[in-house]
């Protein structure tokens, strides 16, 4: 299992900069009830995703497999979760195997017209993922790439997926009309908490990626983050000591910092995870994506000298699957010849460690969750255990963790410029904006 370390959140670590055992009294004990009651946080099924049925996502993966060229089209967290399992479990997948994997979670033209350059879209199948099934970006490309096929005289039978709501929205509706091939985002899963259902499991199953072991590590970080009592509960721990930091401490950011390469996309998930749906009501904690070592030599002066404003979550790998071990040349250049006989995985891991305890030295807040390996088993239990630690997160800071209603009015102004009907008010709104005299601009 993966294991949490707390210890540095502590005035044991931390002197009066750290969390007292009794600190933790005033947080709820009724949080990770709230949490199962569905009247209450309809969103909650990702909860059950552990032990949801993947027939119809094998199926469709085999299907998909056939294909050399697998391109998503999807947004939010209907690409950073199957972004975060590619690249943890098949590093460079692009460079190996067969099914080569593009991801388009943008409109940015130039991205989507290199991509359209070189894939093939005869030898390509399309997987358009939207939970709502009316995310602009999401449909703009989807409409672009429909018109390509027809071009290309080929059939969107043969090469559309659709991952979208089982019963509701444009999508569901484009699906039954055509007869096109589809998969639903469970009911109850919002797009955030969706990597563990079609969204993540469709693509990482057509490349190869035990999608049972994945569920097999969230089911098991499930059963062990049901206790009642937060300290025996390693989510609700978690959760309440990053919510007593802000309230107690003013420690408003959450640094993530895998050390390893593979897991990069995974800090870029959680960022859109804990951002999402932490955020609103004036609350929040704000998500900080990072790499280790990397950022050592960008970020870690600002965290070890800056504001006294950051928790810093640390994943510590024991495990790298490989190691290369540093040789012995250069052995007459004194300040490098240290190095030699020791291996990178030795030096990443000390890296990470030295760095653990100099933020801990300097009163810097830290969680260290030690990660066994980088597979598909741990991975279903990071994604499930950051899931459970944002909704109890969220529940703690009285926000509802599911809902966005922030990210409406932008979309609202961008319907109004681009004619969607009901939205003329916005786009007036938006053209006097634009038009304002008294705007400060060199
Ligand atoms: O978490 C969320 O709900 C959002 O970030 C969505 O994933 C994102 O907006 C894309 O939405 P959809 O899947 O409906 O296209």
């Known amino acids: 299992m993966i294991k949490i370390d707390f210890s540095n959140l502590m005035q044991e670590s931390l002197g009066s900069y750290g969390l007292a055992r009794n600190d933790f009294d005033s947080v709820s004990a009724t949080a990770l009830s709230e949490l199962q009651q569905t009247e209450r946080y309809p969103e909650n099924a990702f909860l059950g995703l552990p032990d949801a049925d993947t027939a119809a996502i094998k199926d469709t993966a085999r299907y998909a497999g056939e294909f050399d060229n697998f391109l998503l089209l999807g947004i939010g967290g209907s690409a950073l979760g199957p972004r975060s399992i590619l690249d943890a479990i098949y590093p460079f ?39 709502s099934g009316s995310t602009a970006e999401t449909i703009a490309s989807f409409m672009i790439l429909w018109q390509r096929l027809k071009d290309l005289s080929l059939d969107p039978k043969k090469h559309l997926i659709i991952t979208t709501d089982p019963s509701k929205g444009h999508m569901r509706s484009i699906v039954n009309d055509h007869g096109l091939r589809s998969l639903p985002v469970p009911q109850g899963v919002g797009g955030r908490y969706s990597v563990l259902s079609s969204v993540g499991l469709l693509p ?36 309440s000591g990053l919510f007593l930091m802000q309230r107690l401490k003013n420690r408003d950011i959450t640094v993530m910092i895998p050390y390893a390469d593979r897991l990069k996309s995974f800090s870029e998930w959680f960022c859109q995870l804990w951002g999402e749906s932490l955020g609103k009501e004036g609350k929040g904690l ?17 965290w070890m000298e800056g504001p006294l404003d950051k928790v810093v979550i ?40 030295a760095s653990e305890i100099a933020l801990t030295k300097n009163s810097r807040p830290n969680i260290t969750v030690r990660v066994p390996a980088v597979n598909a088993y741990y991975l279903g239990q990071l994604f ?44 007036q709104e938006f053209l006097k904006y634009r038009s304002q005299k008294n705007r400060l601009v060199l």
Not at 220 to 230: E, T, V, Y
Not at 286 to 302: E, I, R
Not at 315 to 334: K, M
Not at 390 to 400: E, V
């Open 314 to 353: 640390f994943l510590a790998v024991e495990d790298y699957g490989t190691d290369i071990e540093i040789p012995a040349v250069f052995q007459d250049i004194e300040g490098l010849g240290y190095l030699a006989g020791h291996s990178l995985a030795e030096l990443i891991k000390i890296e990470q460690e």
């Open 286 to 302: 704000s998500p900080y994506p990072s790499t280790g070592t990397t950022d050592q030599h960008s970020q870690l002066q600002l």
């Open 93 to 131: 997948h692009n460079l190996r195997g067969k099914n080569k994997v593009l991801m388009y979670d943008n409109v940015d033209p130039m991205t989507l017209k290199s991509i359209l350059d070189i894939v093939d879209l005869k030898n390509t199948v399309i997987n358009v993922i939207t939970k």
């Open 204 to 239: 990482a199953k057509t490349v190869g990626v035990d999608i049972d072991e994945m569920l097999r590590g969230a089911a098991d970080i499930h059963k062990s983050c049901l206790n009642a009592d937060l300290w025996k509960n390693p989510a609700y721990l978690t959760a």
């Open 384 to 427: 499930h255990f950051f899931e459970l630690v944002t909704a109890l997160t969220g529940i703690l800071l009285g926000i509802n963790p599911f809902n966005q209603p922030g990210v409406e009015e932008g979309k609202n102004l961008t319907y109004g410029m681009m004619g969607k009907k009901g939205y003329e008010e916005k786009k």
